[in-house]
């Protein structure tokens, strides 16, 4: 069974950056489109920023130009680079494939707060 274990979230300031880390364990995490989503409390969760097998990158606007989707296909790992925070940045954070195609992990818990 697939296993995603995100990492790297904790409490900032807002204005301040934060980098969370994936690891996915699967032998095709090179074949897949993967993304990053987060889940702020009573909201649904939705997909903030994606990145192709090719490493195309997608972003929701309200992230664009603070957040940085990454991969490094030798070691199964996803990353994204968050700089800029905001309040509203506050969510547990989690990573899948676009199309959630694995169960969901734990997530990492962002809090922006001052």
């Known amino acids: 069974q697939v296993q995603l274990v995100e990492s790297g979230g904790g409490l900032v300031q807002p204005g301040g950056s934060l980098r969370l880390s994936c690891a996915a364990s699967?032998?095709?995490?090179?074949?897949?489109?993967m993304g990053w989503f987060r889940q702020a409390p009573g909201k649904q969760r939705e997909l903030v920023a994606d990145i192709t097998v090719g490493g195309n990158t997608n972003y929701i606007d309200s992230v664009k130009g603070r957040f940085t989707i990454s991969r490094d296909n030798a070691k199964n790992m996803l990353y994204l680079q968050m700089t800029s925070l905001k309040p509203e940045d506050t969510a547990v954070y989690y990573c899948?494939?676009?199309?959630?195609?694995?169960?969901w992990g734990q997530g990492t818990q962002v809090t922006v707060s001052s």
């Open positions: 699967t032998n095709i995490f090179n074949l897949l489109r």
């Open positions: 899948n494939t676009v199309s959630s195609r694995y169960s």
